[in-house]
Protein backbone atom coordinates (compact mmCIF):
# COMPACT_ATOMS: atom_id res chain seq x y z
CA UNK A 1 0.00 0.00 0.00
CA UNK A 2 1.16 3.27 -0.60
CA UNK A 3 2.72 5.69 2.40
CA UNK A 4 2.39 9.39 2.34
CA UNK A 5 4.38 11.09 4.26
CA UNK A 6 4.74 15.08 4.45
CA UNK A 7 6.84 17.17 6.37
CA UNK A 8 7.38 19.59 8.14
CA UNK A 9 3.63 18.60 10.07
CA UNK A 10 2.96 22.78 11.00
CA UNK A 11 5.41 25.64 9.40
CA UNK A 12 5.17 29.58 10.83
CA UNK A 13 7.03 31.76 8.54
CA UNK A 14 6.48 35.72 8.02
CA UNK A 15 4.74 36.82 5.44
CA UNK A 16 6.33 37.83 2.48
CA UNK A 17 8.71 34.33 2.87
CA UNK A 18 9.68 31.98 0.01
CA UNK A 19 8.68 28.35 1.58
CA UNK A 20 8.91 24.77 0.49
CA UNK A 21 6.47 22.05 1.31
CA UNK A 22 7.61 18.53 0.96
CA UNK A 23 6.06 15.08 0.38
CA UNK A 24 7.43 11.76 -0.60
CA UNK A 25 5.84 8.70 -1.11
CA UNK A 26 6.94 5.31 -1.00
CA UNK A 27 5.80 3.45 -4.63
CA UNK A 28 7.25 5.84 -7.65
CA UNK A 29 4.63 3.65 -9.57
CA UNK A 30 2.06 6.51 -9.48
CA UNK A 31 -0.08 7.76 -12.23
CA UNK A 32 -0.31 11.41 -10.84
CA UNK A 33 0.60 13.51 -7.85
CA UNK A 34 -2.17 16.27 -6.65
CA UNK A 35 -1.70 18.91 -4.05
CA UNK A 36 -4.56 20.24 -2.19
CA UNK A 37 -5.41 22.75 0.33
CA UNK A 38 -8.00 22.70 3.18
CA UNK A 39 -8.76 25.20 5.36
CA UNK A 40 -10.05 24.62 8.76
CA UNK A 41 -13.74 22.97 8.72
CA UNK A 42 -13.34 22.62 5.00
CA UNK A 43 -13.24 20.14 1.87
CA UNK A 44 -10.07 19.85 -0.20
CA UNK A 45 -9.60 22.11 -3.25
CA UNK A 46 -7.27 21.44 -5.77
CA UNK A 47 -3.95 23.06 -6.55
CA UNK A 48 -1.88 21.36 -9.24
CA UNK A 49 -1.94 18.31 -10.42
CA UNK A 50 0.99 16.52 -11.70
CA UNK A 51 0.99 13.94 -14.11
CA UNK A 52 3.54 11.32 -13.98
CA UNK A 53 5.60 12.15 -17.37
CA UNK A 54 5.89 15.91 -15.82
CA UNK A 55 8.30 17.47 -13.55
CA UNK A 56 6.30 20.38 -12.44
CA UNK A 57 3.43 22.29 -12.82
CA UNK A 58 3.01 25.94 -12.12
CA UNK A 59 0.14 28.10 -11.05
CA UNK A 60 0.48 31.66 -10.28
CA UNK A 61 2.87 32.47 -7.03
CA UNK A 62 2.31 28.14 -6.49
CA UNK A 63 5.11 25.78 -7.93
CA UNK A 64 5.13 22.21 -8.12
CA UNK A 65 7.59 19.45 -8.73
CA UNK A 66 7.96 15.73 -9.08
CA UNK A 67 11.01 13.01 -9.25
CA UNK A 68 9.31 9.79 -9.18
CA UNK A 69 12.61 7.98 -8.92
CA UNK A 70 13.46 9.84 -5.48
CA UNK A 71 9.39 9.44 -4.46
CA UNK A 72 9.20 13.42 -3.94
CA UNK A 73 7.26 15.93 -4.20
CA UNK A 74 7.73 19.83 -3.53
CA UNK A 75 5.31 22.84 -3.13
CA UNK A 76 6.85 25.70 -3.65
CA UNK A 77 4.85 28.75 -2.35
CA UNK A 78 6.37 32.45 -3.32
CA UNK A 79 5.57 35.37 -1.89
CA UNK A 80 3.55 34.28 0.98
CA UNK A 81 0.21 36.23 2.10
CA UNK A 82 -1.76 35.29 5.43
CA UNK A 83 -4.21 34.22 2.88
CA UNK A 84 -2.25 31.35 1.92
CA UNK A 85 -2.50 29.75 5.88
CA UNK A 86 -4.27 26.75 5.84
CA UNK A 87 -3.16 23.06 5.48
CA UNK A 88 -1.49 21.09 2.16
CA UNK A 89 -1.92 17.83 1.70
CA UNK A 90 -0.46 15.91 -1.09
CA UNK A 91 -2.16 12.59 -2.66
CA UNK A 92 -1.08 10.12 -5.26
CA UNK A 93 -2.74 8.29 -7.66
CA UNK A 94 -1.71 4.75 -8.76
CA UNK A 95 -1.59 3.57 -11.76
CA UNK A 96 -3.67 0.67 -10.99
CA UNK A 97 -6.04 1.95 -8.59
CA UNK A 98 -7.06 5.01 -9.19
CA UNK A 99 -8.02 6.56 -5.65
CA UNK A 100 -6.08 8.88 -4.11
CA UNK A 101 -3.42 8.04 -0.97
CA UNK A 102 -3.37 11.07 0.84
CA UNK A 103 -0.09 12.73 3.11
CA UNK A 104 -1.29 13.92 6.97
CA UNK A 105 -0.87 17.20 5.97
CA UNK A 106 1.15 20.82 6.77
CA UNK A 107 -0.47 23.33 8.68
CA UNK A 108 0.91 27.00 7.23
CA UNK A 109 0.75 29.54 9.14
CA UNK A 110 1.34 32.78 7.76
CA UNK A 111 2.60 35.91 10.17
CA UNK A 112 1.61 39.33 9.01
CA UNK B 1 -18.88 27.62 -10.13
CA UNK B 2 -20.39 24.01 -9.94
CA UNK B 3 -20.01 22.34 -6.39
CA UNK B 4 -20.26 19.50 -4.78
CA UNK B 5 -23.20 19.34 -2.01
CA UNK B 6 -23.25 17.44 0.88
CA UNK B 7 -25.40 17.79 4.01
CA UNK B 8 -25.84 18.29 6.55
CA UNK B 9 -22.81 20.12 7.46
CA UNK B 10 -22.59 18.81 11.28
CA UNK B 11 -24.22 15.90 13.17
CA UNK B 12 -24.34 14.67 16.68
CA UNK B 13 -25.58 11.04 17.08
CA UNK B 14 -25.07 8.54 20.04
CA UNK B 15 -23.27 5.10 19.56
CA UNK B 16 -25.52 2.95 18.33
CA UNK B 17 -27.75 5.14 16.36
CA UNK B 18 -27.97 5.21 12.51
CA UNK B 19 -26.91 8.55 10.53
CA UNK B 20 -26.84 9.11 6.45
CA UNK B 21 -24.64 11.64 4.61
CA UNK B 22 -26.24 13.03 1.81
CA UNK B 23 -24.14 14.12 -1.42
CA UNK B 24 -25.18 15.33 -4.97
CA UNK B 25 -21.98 15.65 -7.44
CA UNK B 26 -21.26 18.68 -9.84
CA UNK B 27 -23.66 17.70 -13.06
CA UNK B 28 -22.35 15.25 -15.46
CA UNK B 29 -19.75 13.90 -13.60
CA UNK B 30 -19.51 9.87 -13.61
CA UNK B 31 -17.50 9.58 -10.99
CA UNK B 32 -17.96 9.64 -7.11
CA UNK B 33 -16.25 9.02 -3.92
CA UNK B 34 -16.59 8.80 -0.27
CA UNK B 35 -14.12 9.68 2.07
CA UNK B 36 -12.80 9.75 6.08
CA UNK B 37 -10.99 12.09 7.11
CA UNK B 38 -10.08 11.66 11.14
CA UNK B 39 -8.48 14.73 12.71
CA UNK B 40 -5.46 15.17 11.82
CA UNK B 41 -4.71 12.72 9.02
CA UNK B 42 -5.43 12.55 5.26
CA UNK B 43 -8.38 12.01 4.16
CA UNK B 44 -9.19 7.47 3.13
CA UNK B 45 -11.32 6.56 0.45
CA UNK B 46 -14.26 4.84 1.73
CA UNK B 47 -15.91 3.78 -1.43
CA UNK B 48 -15.68 4.83 -5.32
CA UNK B 49 -18.57 4.57 -7.63
CA UNK B 50 -18.38 4.76 -11.37
CA UNK B 51 -22.27 6.05 -12.35
CA UNK B 52 -24.39 4.00 -10.13
CA UNK B 53 -22.09 0.94 -9.74
CA UNK B 54 -19.11 0.35 -6.92
CA UNK B 55 -15.68 0.25 -8.45
CA UNK B 56 -13.97 0.14 -5.02
CA UNK B 57 -15.08 -0.81 -1.46
CA UNK B 58 -12.27 -2.07 -0.23
CA UNK B 59 -11.86 -0.01 2.88
CA UNK B 60 -15.46 0.61 3.30
CA UNK B 61 -16.62 -1.45 6.93
CA UNK B 62 -19.74 -3.56 5.69
CA UNK B 63 -20.86 -4.79 8.54
CA UNK B 64 -21.94 -1.26 9.70
CA UNK B 65 -21.31 0.93 6.44
CA UNK B 66 -23.48 0.69 3.28
CA UNK B 67 -23.06 3.31 0.36
CA UNK B 68 -25.61 3.88 -3.03
CA UNK B 69 -25.67 5.71 -5.65
CA UNK B 70 -29.13 4.37 -6.97
CA UNK B 71 -29.37 6.30 -10.17
CA UNK B 72 -26.04 7.06 -10.78
CA UNK B 73 -26.50 11.37 -9.54
CA UNK B 74 -26.58 11.95 -5.69
CA UNK B 75 -25.38 9.29 -3.34
CA UNK B 76 -26.75 8.25 0.21
CA UNK B 77 -23.57 6.68 2.72
CA UNK B 78 -25.37 5.34 5.93
CA UNK B 79 -24.01 4.40 9.37
CA UNK B 80 -25.67 1.91 11.57
CA UNK B 81 -24.73 1.71 14.18
CA UNK B 82 -22.72 4.19 14.78
CA UNK B 83 -19.67 3.82 16.94
CA UNK B 84 -17.43 6.18 19.10
CA UNK B 85 -14.30 5.38 16.20
CA UNK B 86 -16.82 6.54 13.28
CA UNK B 87 -16.02 10.52 14.81
CA UNK B 88 -14.67 12.32 11.85
CA UNK B 89 -15.37 14.46 8.73
CA UNK B 90 -16.45 12.53 6.23
CA UNK B 91 -16.16 14.06 2.37
CA UNK B 92 -17.48 13.34 -1.19
CA UNK B 93 -15.95 13.96 -4.14
CA UNK B 94 -16.54 14.01 -7.76
CA UNK B 95 -15.06 14.40 -10.81
CA UNK B 96 -15.79 13.79 -15.24
CA UNK B 97 -13.86 10.32 -14.95
CA UNK B 98 -11.57 8.51 -13.52
CA UNK B 99 -8.18 9.56 -13.76
CA UNK B 100 -9.13 13.31 -13.51
CA UNK B 101 -8.98 15.98 -11.08
CA UNK B 102 -11.53 15.38 -7.93
CA UNK B 103 -13.93 18.33 -6.75
CA UNK B 104 -14.70 17.90 -3.06
CA UNK B 105 -17.79 19.04 -1.05
CA UNK B 106 -17.52 20.73 2.21
CA UNK B 107 -17.89 17.84 4.35
CA UNK B 108 -19.95 16.52 6.74
CA UNK B 109 -18.52 16.09 10.67
CA UNK B 110 -19.95 13.85 12.61
CA UNK B 111 -19.62 13.09 15.79
CA UNK B 112 -20.33 10.75 17.97
CA UNK B 113 -21.02 10.42 22.03
Known amino acids: KQEVTQIPAALSVPEGENLVLNCSFTDSAIYNLQWFRQDPGKGLTSLLLIQSSQREQTSGRLNASLDKSSGRSTLYIAASQPGDSATYLC???????????FGTGTRLTVIP | EAEVAQSPRYKITEKSQAVAFWCDPISGHATLYWYRQILGQGPELLVQ????????DSQLPKDRFSAERLKGVDSTLKIQPAELGDSAMYLC???????????FGAGTRLSVL
Open chain 1, 91 to 101: ASEGTGANNLF
Open chain 2, 49 to 56: FQDESVVD
Open chain 2, 93 to 103: ASSPRTRNIQY
